[in-house]
């Protein structure tokens, strides 16, 4: 005999499914059959959860960012040039699973010839913490979430323009900062690096963005489509 029963609502902000060298959080359903006096079977299936934000709410505007980085650098001995590192984009606020279109500006003022640029999408996440003699304690942990490196030909003294765009997975941690009670706060951070091999040395340009999800109104806290995952724990006595 096979019963079906309503699947229950999530609900209140839950932090999102979440790994890491540090710690996790995982969420999963369990099934239980009970005979009278012992366990017959058990299963486990776990989900990823998407967390929910109250940013929407507090930040309703969105706004576009521009950062730009300018660095002298040396080569051959006694020749010296400029290197400026523009990054742009048109909105500071994404949610799982959208894409972040994002432009890069390079001005190469050397007779040198760049031809390496990397982007990449950085978590920053801070864990507050207590030792066993109830000092607090803090630390943070830095991750690459995504990466791309582009093979250019970028010509001496010439300015040139790449559009890059990453897409976001469909379940992460939601931008937060740390408030009392709390034990973890997530960062997220975008990253343009010119290498420059022939003067030992790169060009980076930080750009920070905000990663939040629906709000509380909107049936947030939902298992997303396909996110449930085939991992099943089976105990039989």
Known sequence: ???????????????????????????????????????????????????????????????????????KVSYNCCSQGTICLQIQIEKNTFMPGERVVFTTEINNQTSKYIKTVTFALYTHVQYEGFTPK???RSRVDSSELLRQEVNTQITPFNITKIISIFNLPKVLSVSSDMQDGEIMSTQYQLVSIVHLPWSLTSVKAKIPITITSASLDSQSCQLQEGSVLPVSEDCQN
Not at 22 to 43: D, T, W
């Open 134 to 136: 109830a000092e607090r």
């Open 1 to 71: 005999m096979r019963s079906t029963w309503p699947a229950p609502a999530l609900k209140g902000r839950l932090p999102s499914t979440f790994t890491s060298k540090i710690g996790h959080v995982f969420y999963y359903v369990e099934a239980s059959c009970m005979g009278r006096e012992h366990i017959l079977a058990k299963k486990r299936m776990y989900l990823l959860i998407q967390g929910t934000s109250d940013f929407h709410r507090e930040n309703p505007l969105q706004n576009p960012l521009f950062v730009e980085t300018e660095k």
